[in-house]
């Protein structure tokens, strides 16, 4: 009888891609993907983290903070709106979602990024009244105000994205059924209908236009006499801090509305895949991740109650009110 030698195996080799080209894509795929996921984690950590902060600390029960936790809120959910299926995608094979599933996330993405909008002019005008009426400001930004205030907002974006949801899931879809994007949104749904959507392009836009820049007027307005206000203070690092402090929250807020109105303010026509992706990427993804960031740290009671100390008396926190200008 033959005997035949085997050899022992001690170890085996991975074979990841058959072809440099495919290795860096797998490469590139995990790096993206690990990308994404810090984002969302940072994301939800510094939004919950900023809630219970506000939530858990009467110091912070102030109409400012009260719209900042509501921000953390809207800006969550905005985020979850959009993050984990893209995560998703990028790991699947097949990249599908079903029309019910498409047009309610679109419903949530519109009726979230509304509410965004609108507590960015809201916090803009709780901010001009705390420094150019002061002694009104008990008045004008009482606790049932406030309430109404913020009411109004959630109100408003449920009646804005149900209108522009129903408009768009009544077009005629007979076409291709591949969406040149990593969400359902209106731009490249209206590419896949095969009727004139020229009308719903209008109606949408318009319902884009008076929320954009209707809050984006307020928002301008109330800067204004801020800056204003800024220019009569007397002291010269109490206008430096205010003025650097102003600083950061008007880039926050010039990125988003910016990749916003370039994306839905514009005939559907000029809609380029590429740009409108990266665009779309900045406003869903890394906006709500910079929030928490841009707001509290310039916020010397927030610093406060997270344990770092800051020093100055009473009058140079007066003269840096403007930092937590949304």
């Excluded at 809609?271 to 928490?292: E, R, W």
């Amino acid at each position: 009888m033959r005997r035949t030698n085997y050899m022992l195996v001690t170890n085996y080799m991975l074979k990841l891609a058959g072809t440099l080209e495919l290795q860096v894509f797998l490469f590139s795929l995990f790096v993206v993907v690990a990308v994404v996921v810090v984002i969302y984690i940072l994301t939800v950590w510094g939004n919950v983290g900023m809630i219970l902060l506000i939530r858990s600390n009467s110091r912070l029960h102030t109409p400012m903070y009260f719209f900042l936790a509501n921000l953390s809120f809207v800006d969550m959910c905005y985020s979850s709106t959009i993050t984990p299926k893209m995560l998703v995608d990028l790991l699947s094979e097949k990249k599908t979602i079903s029309f019910a599933g498409c047009f309610l996330q679109m419903y949530f993405f519109i009726a979230l990024a509304t509410t965004e909008c609108l507590l960015f002019g809201l916090m803009a005008y709780d901010r001009y009244v705390a420094i150019c009426n002061p002694l009104l400001y008990p008045v004008v930004m009482s606790r049932t105000v406030c309430l109404k205030m913020a009411a109004g907002a959630f109100t408003a974006r449920l009646l804005n994205s149900m209108v522009n949801t129903s408009y768009v899931s009544r077009l005629p879809f007979c076409g291709s059924n591949v969406i040149h994007h990593f969400f359902c949104d209106t731009p490249p749904l209206f590419k896949l209908s095969c009727s004139d959507t020229h009308l719903n392009e209008k109606i949408i836009s318009t319902f884009a236009g008076v929320n954009m820049v209707g809050t984006l007027l307020v928002i301008l307005a109330s800067y204004s006499y801020i800056l204003f206000s800024i220019f009569q203070m007397h002291s010269g690092e109490g206008r430096h801090k205010a003025f650097s402090t102003c600083a950061s929250h008007l880039a926050a807020v010039i990125l988003f509305y910016s990749t916003t109105i370039y994306t839905y303010l514009r005939p559907i026509s000029s809609y380029s895949l590429g740009q409108d992706k990266v665009a779309s990427v900045f406003y869903t993804v890394v906006i709500p991740m910079l929030n928490p960031l841009v707001y509290s740290p310039w916020n010397k009671d927030v610093m406060l109650e997270r344990g770092v100390g800051v020093g100055g008396t009473k009058r140079g926190r007066e003269t840096s009110t403007c930092g937590s200008l949304l």
